[in-house]
């Protein structure tokens, strides 16, 4: 192992992690045999096919879910549900941005109000006002936006809303499931570009599912293969764009018209 992989320990970390679903006959293995460690300041990106398991995985990360095997670790510690004040850390340090803004947002409340939510639900001390402003510049929104309803804005403005509502408790990793699958194409660039500048100037860990590999090419330094739950390979993603070892990544690259330059 070098220096730089010893001197950073995994915020999240899934060793030897299974997931089944049902029992007897009926049994469906989502995941298994995953270890997967994500590092402080690092990306990781997840691709697979549809069914291949991401959404599996992105659950257990979020302890939303547990696995039927191994162990999922958060600052080297499994979460101990019962400790609920370790449990509000947890949730307010690891945040996700899901795909589609029209069914994560929530139409009746305003542009402030939805921000604001997750300093309500986690009681965040402080100004939550300012706070919103705060990430809505972050995003790209003036502060007027925050008296506005969602379905006032566009697509592309909505990704952005929720992005500013993941990042108003200041968590330390967030977590993209698809998150510009949804958006046209144009508008999919800018995101992209607001993710990285974001990732960059917050020093964001960022975890990116996507079943587009040119997604998580633009975006995140190591990419890991998944494919039948298990992951197939996994490599610093300017390695894996060029050099595909699996197969399976061979097929997922081949499937691309054009990928940018890694
Ligand atoms: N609640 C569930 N009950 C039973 N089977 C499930 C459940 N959730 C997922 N599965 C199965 O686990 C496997 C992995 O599903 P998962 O949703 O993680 O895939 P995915 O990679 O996110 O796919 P997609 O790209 O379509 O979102 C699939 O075979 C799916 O049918
Ligand atoms: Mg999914």
Not at 121 to 145: F, H, M
């Amino acid at each position: 192992m070098n220096q730089h992989a010893e001197a950073a320990a995994p915020l999240l970390e899934l060793v030897g992690v299974g997931r089944t679903y049902g029992s007897g006959r009926r049994t469906t293995t989502a995941l298994s045999g995953v270890d997967l460690a994500v590092r402080p300041g690092r990306s990781v990106g997840i691709v697979g096919e549809s069914g291949a398991g991401k959404s599996t995985l992105l659950r257990l990360l979020l302890a939303l879910d547990r696995p039927t095997q191994g162990q999922v670790l958060y600052r080297g510690e499994p979460l101990a549900h019962r400790d609920r004040a370790a449990v509000r850390r947890f949730r307010r340090d690891v945040q996700i941005v899901f795909q589609d803004p029209r069914s994560s947002l929530d139409p009746r409340m305003t542009v402030g109000s939805v921000v604001a939510e997750p300093l309500r639900s986690l009681r965040v001390p402080g100004d939550r006002r300012a706070r919103v402003t705060e990430v809505l510049g972050w995003v790209g929104l003036e502060p007027d936006a925050a008296d506005r309803y969602p379905a006032q804005f566009s697509g592309g403005q909505r990704q952005r809303i929720a992005i500013a509502r993941a990042l108003a408790p200041s968590p330390s990793v967030l977590v993209g499931d698809e998150p510009v699958s949804a958006l046209d194409v144009s508008v999919r660039e800018q995101v992209l570009d607001l993710l990285r500048r974001l990732r960059t100037e917050l020093g964001l860990t960022l975890v990116l599912v996507s079943h587009d590999i040119a997604v998580v090419g633009q975006l995140c330094e190591e990419t890991v293969v998944l494919h039948d739950g298990r992951v197939v390979e996994q490599a610093p993603t300017p390695q894996l764009l060029t050099h595909p070892q699996h197969p399976y990544t061979q097929r997922l690259l081949a499937a691309v018209p054009h990928l940018p330059a890694p």
